[in-house]
Nanobody, 131 residues
């Protein structure tokens, strides 16, 4: 059973930085066959939002317009871990952040920022940015 465990959330002032981690555990081979992995966030009273995605084979990344130039997604294959480096944080970034992954070998037909493109979800880590 694949599990995703996020960490690294916390409270910071506007302009600060945080790095979120998402450790993938379970069947070790699964991580290497996940063609893409993503980060999502959800603020109270708002819909879940796709934040960033990374494609394993090419290393290509994509971001929501709201975080471009401030957030960086990466993965460390040796550690089976996904990261989200968040710089110049704003109060609007306050949300619960989740990492997500597809079934190994799955490709999606929709969009990376849609939750239906993913099958595994972490429990979330809270990020709070004060002004």
């Amino acid at each position: 059973q694949v599990q995703l465990v996020e960490s690294g959330g916390g409270s910071v002032q506007a302009g600060g930085s945080l790095r979120l981690s998402c450790a993938v555990s379970g069947a070790a081979y699964s991580y290497y066959y996940m063609d893409y992995m993503g980060w999502f966030r959800q603020a109270p009273g708002k819909e879940r939002e796709g934040v960033a995605v990374i494609y394993t084979r090419t290393g290509t990344t994509d971001y929501a317009d709201s975080v471009k130039g401030r957030f960086t997604i990466s993965r460390d294959n040796a550690k089976n871990t996904l990261y989200l480096q968040m710089n110049n944080l704003k109060p609007a970034d306050t949300a619960m952040y989740y990492c997500a992954a597809p079934y190994p070998g799955r490709t999606y037909t929709g969009n990376w920022y849609e939750g239906r493109s993913y099958n595994y979800w972490g429990q979330g880590t809270q990020v709070t940015v004060s002004s």
